[in-house]
């Protein structure tokens, strides 16, 4: 008989909560010893009960079951100083008592490894029975489970045809999944878990977790009477689940009260034999819910619970990036213009690691935009093979279409994000809010885009990334999180206060300080434990790296930066064009645009958010790099010598050449040969 208090014949020597117990238990566990043992020394069945009751009194306080260090031994398989170790270190959760020598510790037996639970179980069985809900709710739901199934008698004997012996092992095990709550789940996320992996409601997990503790496992082993013969005809029950469903599919719900009057009307003309109101109810709770379901939300709705499961795990890092755009709940202040917005930005996430590839943020979202976040990411983590993008506006525009063009030079490819979830059979699939579970399939590219964007705004991958990265932000402690709410008139005027608020006490953030949190919470994000990798993002890319042979490919700066910069036309004037009201021209004689006629039309390059990037196109494919014509000034005297100096130089390179081409020729013109005959009395004159 294992116990943590030791006791003698009527006298206890220890007690916990540093010796002061509980009176009344104290004397109960008494009597229990005294009582429970006979002669030779083993506890009786008989008071086995006054021993357990006196145990769970005397352990109240503290709803916990506590060892000493000898029996902690013997269950774990570790040394007695191993034992004091973990009691100090605080590995095990310990208290001390007064016992034979002094303090003592005493070892909760929760605290215990589900294993070493299971152990005490074995061998306190009796003991362990008879727990209260208090106690036995502190263990493990290894060690709960184990104590309800010897509880059971699964030797009993269904007689006759009145009592049916029925336990329901895999409601009472989800009971006890639900009860142990792992370290890091709340507990109402984590029955909402257990009821969705469990194919159930909440409310229906809820209910069965108060029966277990109302009743314990008598609540799952409950003696059911067989009804003899029905009061209702099978035609009337039919009909009845017929009119209910209906009324739910034409009316969008249905009163009971009103289908079972249409029912008995029914009944009387067809002489059906029916039952009671009551028991009508009865019935509505046994009609199939699936029924019920597609009667409400028809097929979407059965979609949304025969779903299968996509994973994107036989991917490479950054085989498959996917891009949208996003604009955030937060609310910004440019004070320079005194103009409150909201940021937009435009991010790419890797399908496999879940890494954000690259990411940019603007006050205004333009189809640069994604050129500039996926520089970002082929600068920082190589080429990717396949981007995948909504088809907006932005994505759609001849920038993108040209940057596609150029990219198929590297391998890379891009398409419209539909295709990603294109199925063998040329279908589309729709993704419900879990990520990977796909609940319908549609036919059509448009189709897919209608439903995936207004009716289910999480039919996408990356959307559901938007909202982690929304709280991620908020963790941080951003302000001005205001979301244009589509609820009840109070929740609005409760957000225009707060925003005006904010905007009063001059405690927004500037453009320039939500950018700086938002490349901080892509950090957090990278870092992060990701649900379905079961690792952080970081850590799926170096498990590629490490065991999959993973490498990144990268593009010479130059090329990158030449292919995914703005574009636009310009006009060559003197060998010198215009870019966002600054003159460019190129490095020097020979990579310039001076060979050029005035009026030539160009394709320049340039990066809008850093102007010393840019280049130009000449006409027969020629890409030279431009730099910002300098300006001199009337008080540098130094700068306007060096820029003399350089235009000398430019006018002798012009000067040589020519003479270089011309030296060889010979005169082309062929002048007058007659002289002028000069008389004396001219000359005399």
């Given at each position: 008989?294992?116990l943590?208090?030791?006791?003698?014949?009527?006298?206890?020597?220890?007690?916990i909560?540093?010796?002061i117990?509980?009176?009344?238990?104290?004397?109960?566990?008494?009597?229990?010893?005294?009582?429970?043992?006979n002669?030779?020394?083993?506890?009786?069945?008989?008071n086995?009960?006054i021993?357990?009751?006196g145990?769970?009194?005397?352990h109240?306080?503290n709803d916990?079951?506590?060892?000493t260090?000898?029996e902690?031994?013997?269950?774990?398989g570790?040394?007695?100083?191993?034992?004091l170790k973990?009691?100090?270190?605080?590995k095990?959760?310990?208290?001390k008592?007064n016992?034979?020598g002094?303090?003592?510790y005493?070892?909760?037996?929760?605290?215990?490894?589900?294993?070493?639970?299971l152990?005490?179980?074995?061998?306190n069985?009796?003991?362990?029975?008879l727990?209260?809900?208090?106690?036995k709710?502190r263990?493990?739901?290894q060690?709960?489970?184990?104590i309800e199934k010897?509880?059971v008698?699964k030797g009993?004997?269904?007689e006759?045809?009145?009592?049916?012996?029925?336990?329901d092992y895999e409601?009472?095990?989800?009971?006890?999944?639900?009860?142990?709550?792992?370290?890091g789940?709340?507990?109402?996320?984590?029955?909402?878990?257990?009821?969705?992996?469990?194919?159930?409601?909440?409310?229906?997990?809820?209910?069965?977790?108060?029966?277990?503790?109302?009743?314990?496992?008598?609540?799952f082993?409950?003696?059911?009477k067989q009804?003899?013969t029905?009061?209702?005809d099978?035609e009337a029950?039919l009909?009845?689940?017929?009119?209910?469903?209906?009324a739910?599919r034409e009316?969008?719900d249905a009163?009971?009260?009103f289908?079972?009057?249409?029912?008995?009307?029914?009944a009387?003309?067809?002489?059906?034999k029916?039952?009671s109101?009551?028991?009508?109810?009865?019935?509505?709770?046994?009609?199939?819910?699936?029924?019920?379901?597609?009667?409400?939300?028809?097929?979407?709705?059965?979609d949304?619970?025969?779903?299968i499961?996509?994973?994107?795990?036989d991917?490479?890092?950054f085989?498959?990036i996917v891009?949208?755009?996003?604009?955030?709940d937060?609310w910004?202040h440019?004070?320079?213009?005194?103009?409150?917005?909201?940021?937009?930005?435009?991010?790419?996430?890797?399908?496999?690691?879940?890494n954000?590839?690259?990411?940019?943020?603007a006050?205004?979202?333009?189809?640069y935009?994604?050129?500039?976040?996926m520089?970002?990411?082929?600068g920082h983590?190589?080429?990717f093979?396949?981007?995948?993008?909504?088809n907006?506006?932005p994505?759609t525009?001849?920038?993108?279409?040209?940057?596609?063009?150029d990219?198929?030079?590297?391998g890379?490819q891009?398409k419209?994000?539909?295709?990603?979830?294109?199925?063998?059979?040329?279908?589309?699939?729709?993704?419900?809010?879990?990520?990977?579970?796909?609940?319908?399939?549609?036919?059509?590219p448009?189709?897919?885009?209608?439903?995936?964007?207004?009716?289910?705004?999480k039919?996408?991958?990356i959307?559901?990334?938007?909202?982690?990265?929304?709280?991620?932000?908020?963790?941080?402690?951003v302000?001005?999180?205001?979301r244009?709410?589509?609820g009840t008139?109070?929740?609005?005027a409760?957000?225009?206060?707060?925003?005006?608020?904010?905007i009063?006490?001059?405690?927004?953030?500037?453009?320039?300080?939500?950018?700086?949190?938002?490349i901080?919470?892509v950090?957090?994000y990278?870092?992060?434990?990701h649900?379905?990798l079961?690792?952080?993002?970081?850590e799926?890319?170096?498990y590629?790296?490490?065991?999959?042979?993973f490498?990144?490919?990268?593009m010479?700066?130059?090329?990158?930066d030449?292919?995914?910069?703005?574009?636009?036309?310009r006009?060559?004037?003197?060998?010198r064009?215009w870019?966002?009201?600054?003159l460019?021209e190129?490095?020097?004689?020979?990579c310039?645009?001076w060979d050029?006629?005035d009026?030539?039309?160009v394709e320049?390059?340039?990066?809008?958010y850093?102007?010393?990037?840019?280049?130009?196109?000449k006409p027969?494919g020629?890409?030279?790099?431009?730099?910002?014509?300098?300006?001199?000034?009337?008080?540098?005297?130094?700068?306007v010598?060096e820029?003399?100096?350089?235009?000398?130089?430019?006018m002798e390179?012009?000067?040589?050449?020519y003479?270089?081409?011309?030296?060889?020729?010979?005169?082309v013109i062929?002048y007058s040969?007659?002289?002028?005959?000069?008389?004396q009395?001219?000359?005399d004159?």
């Open positions: 008989m294992a943590s208090l030791t006791v003698k014949r009527g006298v206890m020597k220890s007690q909560n540093d010796g117990g509980e009176k009344e238990g104290c004397n109960l566990l008494a009597e229990g010893y005294n009582q429970g043992y002669q030779n020394g083993k506890v009786t069945t008989e086995q009960a021993l357990t009751k145990y769970n009194q005397n109240a306080q916990d079951i506590y060892l260090r000898k902690v031994e013997e269950f774990l570790i040394t007695l100083q191993a034992v973990g009691c100090k270190e605080g095990y959760k310990a208290i008592v016992g034979n002094g303090k003592q005493r070892i909760a037996l929760s605290s215990l490894p589900p294993d070493a639970q152990k005490w179980i074995q061998k069985q009796e003991t362990a029975k727990l209260s809900e208090h106690i709710e263990l493990s739901s060690a709960q489970w184990e010897m509880k008698d009993g004997n269904c006759g045809q009145i009592t049916v012996c029925k336990i409601r009472m095990e989800l009971v006890q999944k639900a009860l142990s709550v792992p370290q789940y709340k507990k109402g996320k984590w029955k909402r878990k257990c009821a969705v992996e469990a194919g159930i409601t909440y409310q229906t997990l809820c209910g069965d977790i108060k029966g277990y503790k109302e009743q314990g496992s008598q609540y082993n409950k003696e059911r009804k003899g029905t009061a209702w099978p029950l009909y009845m689940q017929g009119v209910y469903l209906k739910i009316a969008g009163s009971k009260r289908v079972y009057q249409a029912v008995a009307s029914k009387e003309k067809e002489s059906w029916i039952g109101e009551s028991s009508a109810y009865e019935h509505f709770t046994r009609l199939n819910p699936l029924l019920e379901k597609y009667a409400r939300g028809g097929s979407r709705a059965l949304n619970i025969f779903y499961i996509r994973q994107y795990k991917l490479a890092p085989e498959c891009g949208d755009q996003h604009r955030f937060f910004v440019d004070r320079e213009i005194d103009k409150i917005f909201r940021m937009e930005g435009y991010f790419w996430l890797d399908l496999r690691t879940r954000i590839y690259g990411c940019s943020l006050d205004r979202y333009n189809s935009m994604i050129g500039l976040s520089r970002m990411g082929i983590f190589g080429k093979q396949k981007a995948y993008t909504d907006g506006k994505e525009s001849r920038f993108f279409n040209l940057v596609g063009n990219l198929q030079a590297y890379i891009s419209d994000i539909v295709e990603l979830y294109r199925t063998k059979d040329n279908k589309y699939a729709i993704e419900g809010e879990d990520e990977g579970k796909i609940i319908e399939t549609v036919d059509t448009e189709v897919w885009h209608r439903y995936a964007r207004p009716y289910n705004a039919a996408k991958l959307e559901r990334f938007f909202g982690s990265f929304e709280r991620i932000l908020l963790d941080l402690g302000p001005g999180h205001i244009e709410l589509k008139s109070e929740e609005k409760l957000s225009d206060r707060r925003l005006k608020n904010l009063k006490e001059n405690k927004l953030l500037t453009p320039e300080e939500f950018i700086l949190k938002a901080e919470g950090g957090v990278s870092n992060r434990r649900s379905a079961g690792r952080t993002p970081m799926e890319l170096l590629a790296v490490k065991n999959e042979g490498k990144p490919v990268y010479p700066e130059h090329e990158l030449f292919v995914l910069l703005k574009r636009e036309e006009t060559v004037n003197r060998g064009i870019i966002e009201k600054k460019y190129g490095l020097n004689l020979e310039g645009l050029l006629a009026g030539t039309r320049v390059r340039y990066d809008p850093d102007f010393e990037k840019a280049f130009a196109v027969g020629e890409a030279i790099t431009l730099r910002k014509v300098p300006e001199s000034s009337m008080k540098d005297n130094e700068l010598t820029l003399m100096k350089w235009k000398k130089e430019m390179k012009v000067r040589e050449h003479k270089k081409l011309t030296a060889p020729v010979p005169g062929e040969s007659q002289k002028i005959v000069r008389s009395k001219t000359e004159r």
